[in-house]
């Protein structure tokens, strides 16, 4: 989760040490992304048409999804699958409802599933893409721009809409994480004021937050997973189906 264009899909990226997810700093995601481990090795991504209601006959048009494979050698299948996963309408909506993305990831253990989000731009956007998934979710990793900051009130609605997902399990503060990323494009006079700031304002709407929780990241710099554990974080446990 986190703002448009923080870089929420290169820190998925550097997690599953293979950039399968599109990174353009001009394009954003545009819809769901389930990620999975396939134990049978299969590398596929399956698009799901969001379903069609005809002004006409009054009924509803459920299409077959959209089936890429991602084992080619020429690496046309994830061309196709950025394509996806940025395509719009005229209104600024993606045409499917979720990508889900089958891999063998070696990072992650059967069952347990990634989900990237387009960036949360509001309280509509907030409940379309969180609500569902909070529920069954292990925990969250929230990204924030650092040459902008933190932007409280996406923020707030967020967190309220985590902490009031209505699951059947107790939400558990301490499986967060905030990233503040593109650390490299701040100044190295301003940093140490700029993280006391991002933590206040997080601090005043999520007091749980502890010291590790809060970790600052130049992504493009840290293309190893190894540099991750500096920030105890697990990072096949960050969604659970």
Not at 207 to 213: A, N, S
Request: negative net charge; contains cysteine.
């Amino acid at each position: 989760m986190g703002e448009p264009n923080a870089g929420k899909s290169s820190l998925i990226n550097l997690i599953l040490g293979v950039d399968v997810l599109p990174t353009r700093e001009w394009s954003c995601t545009a819809t769901i992304c389930e990620i999975r481990k396939d134990r049978e090795g299969v590398k596929e991504a399956v698009a799901h048409y969001r379903k069609k209601h005809d002004k006409v006959d009054k009924k509803v048009h459920k299409l077959l999804p959209r089936i890429i494979d991602l084992g080619d050698k020429e690496g046309k299948g994830i061309e196709e699958l950025h394509q996806v996963l940025q395509e719009t309408d005229t209104n600024g909506n993606s045409p499917y409802s979720k990508v889900e993305l089958n891999w063998p990831f070696s990072v992650l253990e059967e069952g347990m599933v990634i989900v990237d989000t387009p960036g949360l731009k509001g309280m509509e956007s907030m409940s379309q893409h969180v609500s569902s998934y909070m529920e069954k979710s292990f925990g969250f990793i929230y990204v924030i721009n650092s040459t902008s900051g933190v932007q409280k009130e996406r923020l707030q609605n967020f967190v309220r809409t985590v902490l009031h997902s209505g699951g059947e399990e107790v939400f558990d503060p301490d499986c967060t994480l905030f990233v503040a990323n593109k650390w490299d494009l701040t100044e190295d006079k301003d940093r140490s004021v700029l993280k006391e700031n991002i933590r206040s304002k997080l601090t005043g709407f999520y007091p749980e937050l502890k010291e590790d929780q809060l970790c600052v990241l130049s992504i493009k710099q840290n293309q190893s997973m190894q540099r991750m554990s500096q920030y105890r974080y697990q990072p096949c446990k960050v969604l659970e189906a």
